[in-house]
């Protein structure tokens, strides 16, 4: 994810990478849960400095429908609870050397959501619309290394989002003893709290403050995904662009693996 820089502020870029293993029980033809555990690494640069953050996570939620799971409406609930290391550098130059901090903190989220499974012509069409709240509370610090080292305050903030999508399944492709299913997947988020992250810290008793470049309440994205599945595996490749505003721009890649039982 990149955002681009103005007089006001300093360009910035992130790049994320993680894994997670899980799983899906269904209990009927009406309900099924899921939980999973991950990790996540993930690195922001902007004006010299550079951010990094080591997240081990769980998440667990359940999907119920009023008839059936493969078609007509459903809600689902998702929640996740994580800890977050968090380590930072600042090379100031002129020989005032790099400041260095590192801080841990826990990262919670919610998402409630209700969709519709529609079935027209061989293509699945899957409207969906929800509320997602994410907190995360980070310990404040002292940098170290240089004589310009911040106190950092403490970070403990909730965001709110609006969250929709729309995915489409075109019919499989029979290809040799293989299902193949591409599909399509656009979506819009709506920060409902404010829309951008201010961080705060203090030496010789002056107030510095530091706000995020990324500001736009606005989120947009839209990608393609392709699914092949043998008997009881399947394989996904899935790419996604995001853009928030006129200024960030990013691309979301995702592999999976999966066995049904």
């Not at 099924?32 to 667990?60: C, P």
Request: aromatic residues 8%.
């Amino acid at each position: 994810m990149g955002t681009d820089g103005s007089k006001a502020q300093n360009s910035s870029t992130e790049h994320t990478t993680g894994i997670l293993i899980g799983g899906t029980h269904r209990f009927n033809e009406r309900i099924s849960a899921n939980a999973g555990v991950g990790y996540g690494y993930g690195s922001i640069s902007s004006a010299g400095g550079n951010v990094k953050t080591d997240s081990v996570y769980m998440t667990f939620g359940v999907r119920a429908a009023l008839s059936d799971l493969q078609q007509g409406p459903y809600s689902a609930l998702q929640g996740n609870v994580g800890y977050v290391d968090y380590q930072s550098t600042r090379s100031l130059g002129e020989g005032l050397g790099t400041a260095k901090g590192d801080s841990r903190g826990e990262l919670l989220g919610a998402r409630a959501s209700v969709g519709w499974l529609l079935t027209q012509g061989g293509v699945t069409l899957d409207p969906r619309l929800g509320v997602q709240v994410s907190h995360l509370n980070l310990n404040g610090f002292r940098e170290r290394g240089s004589e310009l080292a911040l106190d950092i305050n403490g970070v403990s903030e909730t965001q709110t989002r609006l969250v929709s999508g729309l995915e489409a399944k075109i019919p499989d492709w029979l290809i040799s003893e293989w299902s193949i299913r591409p599909s399509i997947n656009v979506g819009y988020e709506r920060r409902l709290s404010c829309s951008n992250a201010v961080s705060h810290g203090e030496i010789y008793e002056w107030e510095i403050e530091q706000s995020s470049a990324l500001n736009d309440r606005n989120m947009y994205k839209a990608g393609v995904s392709l699914s092949a599945k043998r008997r009881n595996f399947t394989a996904g490749v899935s790419v996604k662009a995001i853009a928030a505003g006129r200024e960030s721009a990013g691309v979301v890649g995702t592999l999976s693996a999966g066995f049904s039982f």
